[in-house]
């Protein structure tokens, strides 16, 4: 399998612009997470997803942020309007929770709003 | 509540020396998961170990151990003979076994292996 694949890898916007992150997770996996690292405050959870289900978006910062997982093979992290707070390192994780339940990484998409 | 401490924010250590990582966690349930995760200078997290609570053994693999002390709430992690490859910081995460499945994580370790 290729692993958790993001995109884009970087991605430069000026404030105010709609920025989308995307995620397909590793064929199978039931568990979808999308963390945010910042130097401040380390790897926070911003939303998990289990069977394409939203259950915990206790951690989405603020309404600007919204996240979806239409279907089983992808996942969308959107924040409208960006700002330069927002400026950090977005993570897509998938786990297989019955079986496995270490959580696999993207590498990641390093966001920069100016 | 769940917490993971990494109270070492940076280690340095010359090649070929041991160095030992800590990770203290705390948390109320009975069944619950430990990890390790890497993360090297190119940024991404690679998984390292996960270990549940009712396995204390502890583990090898390589030049890497793993040491699992329930009585502590330790779940630390040694690296052998280190190489200026095993520079990255390192993170210990918490998950739980039901309910909710997110994962806590520390605020990593940065280790520095110097030639």
Redesign the interface.
């Known amino acids: 399998d290729a692993g958790v694949i993001q995109s884009p890898r970087h991605e430069v916007t000026e404030m105010g612009q709609e920025v989308t992150l995307r995620c397909k997770p590793i064929s199978g996996h039931d568990y979808l997470f999308w963390y945010r690292q910042t130097m401040m405050r380390g790897l926070e959870l911003l939303i998990y997803f289990n069977n394409n289900v939203p259950i915990d978006d206790s951690g989405m910062p603020e309404d600007r942020f919204s996240a979806k997982m239409p279907n089983a093979s992808f996942s969308t992290l959107k924040i409208q309007p960006s700002e330069p707070r927002d400026s950090a390192v977005y993570f897509c994780a998938s786990s297989l929770q019955s079986v496995n339940r270490e959580a696999f990484f993207g590498q990641g998409t390093r966001l920069t709003v100016v | 509540a769940q917490k993971v401490t990494q109270a070492q924010t940076e280690i340095s250590v010359v090649e070929k020396e041991d160095v030992t990582l800590d990770c203290v966690y705390e948390t109320r349930d009975t069944t619950y998961?430990l990890?390790w995760?890497k993360q090297p200078p190119?940024?991404?997290?690679?998984?390292l170990i996960?270990r549940n609570s009712f396995d204390e053994q502890n583990e090898i693999s390589g030049r890497y151990s793993w040491n699992f002390q329930k009585s502590t709430s330790s779940f630390n992690f040694t690296i052998t003979a280190s190489q200026v490859v095993d520079s990255a910081v390192y993170?210990c995460a918490l998950?739980r076994d039901s309910g909710?499945?997110?994962?806590i994580?520390?605020?990593?370790t940065r280790l520095k292996v110097l030639a």
């Open positions: 998961y990890f995760y190119s940024g991404e997290l690679v998984f996960r993170f998950s909710t499945y997110k994962y994580f520390g605020t990593g």
